[in-house]
Nanobody, 126 residues
Framework: QVQLVESGGGLVQAGGSLRLSCAAS????????MGWFRQAPGKEREFVAA????????YYADSVKGRFTIARDNAKSTVYLQMNSLKPEDTAVYYC???????????????????WGQGTQVTVSS
């Protein structure tokens, strides 16, 4: 497994921006697709975005498409989530996750990821 540590969460007003980072160690991150998920209070964890091992392909939930951008820097073993035009409904704990197998296509199902960070809180005020 890989160790993942998220950072960059915080409190922001609606319409604002935040950039989340996910630093990885313990595995050759460049071989694995990465995903971001979120969980709001009282709700199930949901998929937000994923990026292929090379960074050449990305996939987004409809709810964030056009507002969020996932990126990765394999040299730094770090994955990012740039969040723009934030809405109160984006409030959640955000988690990054690593695919359980290398060189695969993108998945939105949480079961396809076997390493998770501790999460970072994002709160968007109206």
């Amino acid at each position: 497994q890989v160790q993942l540590v998220e950072s960059g969460g915080g409190l922001v007003q609606a319409g604002g921006s935040l950039r989340l980072s996910c630093a990885a160690s313990g595995r050759t991150l460049s071989r694995y697709a990465m995903g971001w998920f979120r969980q709001a209070p009282g709700k199930e964890r949901e998929f937000v975005a994923a990026i292929s091992w090379s960074g050449g392909s990305t996939y987004y939930a409809d709810s964030v498409k056009g507002r969020f951008t996932i990126a990765r820097d394999n040299a730094k073993s770090t994955v990012y989530l740039q969040m723009n035009s934030l809405k109160p409904e984006d409030t959640a704990v955000y988690y990054c996750a690593a695919d359980r197998n290398p060189f695969r296509t993108l998945y939105q199902e949480a079961l396809e990821y076997d390493s998770w960070g501790q999460g970072t809180q994002v709160t968007v005020s109206s």
